[in-house]
Nanobody, 122 residues
Framework: QVQLVESGGGLVQAGGSLRLSCAAS????????MAWFRQVPGKEREFVAA???????YYADSVKGRFTISRDNAKKTMYLQMNSLKPEDTAVYYC????????????????WGQGTQVTVSS
């Protein structure tokens, strides 16, 4: 059984930065890909970034150049460094793990955290 716990969300002004963390427990963390998704009320969960166990990374166009995904396999923790935040980045951010297929689809992920709120004020 894998458990994912996010932390690091909060309120920040536009242009500011936040760092999200996702701590994992259970089976071998380094063996599966991890990702960040975000969701606002009334909309589908949206892909933000993914990272393979090897460290290869993938980003949504909307965050490329501003967000950086990383992982520390020894600590079983994934991170999302968010810089130059915009009001449109406001959402609940979820970490996810072990996709069965495409990294970009939330429906492919088997493990989910509870979410952490990120609010960017203008």
């Amino acid at each position: 059984q894998v458990q994912l716990v996010e932390s690091g969300g909060g309120l920040v002004q536009a242009g500011g930065s936040l760092r999200l963390s996702c701590a994992a427990s259970g089976r071998t963390f380094s063996s599966y890909a991890m990702a960040w998704f975000r969701q606002v009320p009334g909309k589908e969960r949206e892909f933000v970034a993914a990272i393979r166990g090897s460290g290869s990374t993938y980003y949504a166009d909307s965050v490329k150049g501003r967000f950086t995904i990383s992982r520390d396999n020894a600590k079983k923790t994934m991170y999302l460094q968010m810089n130059s935040l915009k009001p449109e980045d406001t959402a609940v951010y979820y970490c996810a793990g072990n996709p069965s297929g495409s990294y970009y689809s939330h429906m492919e992920y088997n493990y989910w955290g509870q979410g952490t709120q990120v609010t960017v004020s203008s």
